[in-house]
């Protein structure tokens, strides 16, 4: 009896580990439909609640190598995406009028926002402009944490406090799966 004891006292720390496994709050799919230059982001709403995304922008990837050769004196990178227009977004951008990082720091930056529903998946699709065959795509993307040091107190509580039709700001954690795709 106590071997059998000494036995699960030594696999519990693994059972535990693999019960930490980290869950984000929304999971973007990249795929690339090569006919006609075309980047699909699936992105799925893992949370229980409506979400107004303002970041990640889901516009501003690099190539590999031009992200590589790039440093901070020198900014080697090329936009290369246009992210198309939803229809469902611009109906609810024109119809809810909310507090958003781009009006709190005053930018003429096209920071479009995006609408997703509780536990639903929706596909964004991007324009490629510089279609490089071969190169790499490096699938990274600012996040809200980005203007905490930028933004006051007061305007972070008043972003994740408001309510915009039903809609809550995203300020929470996302992740591209895979982070990187070949173009063929």
Known sequence: MSMKITFLITLLPLFSSCSKIVKTDIDIYPTIQKDDSILI??????????????????????????????????????????????????????TINCLTIKKI??????????????KSEKKYYLKIKRYRSGKTIIFEDDGFDIFLDKISKENIFKLKKQNCGGYKYFSGSFKFYPEKIILP
Not at 59 to 82: A, V
Not at 105 to 118: G, H, S, V
């Open 105 to 118: 720091i005053q930018t003429n930056d096209t920071l479009d926002l995006k609408f997703l529903k509780a």
């Open 41 to 94: 982001l699936n992105v799925k709403n893992n949370t229980e609640s409506n979400l107004m995304i303002e970041f990640p922008v889901l516009d501003n990837f690099f190539y590999r190598d031009e992200f590589d050769s790039s440093n901070p004196e020198i900014l080697m990178t090329k936009k290369s995406f246009n992210l198309l227009k939803d229809s469902d977004d611009i109906l609810k951008i024109n």
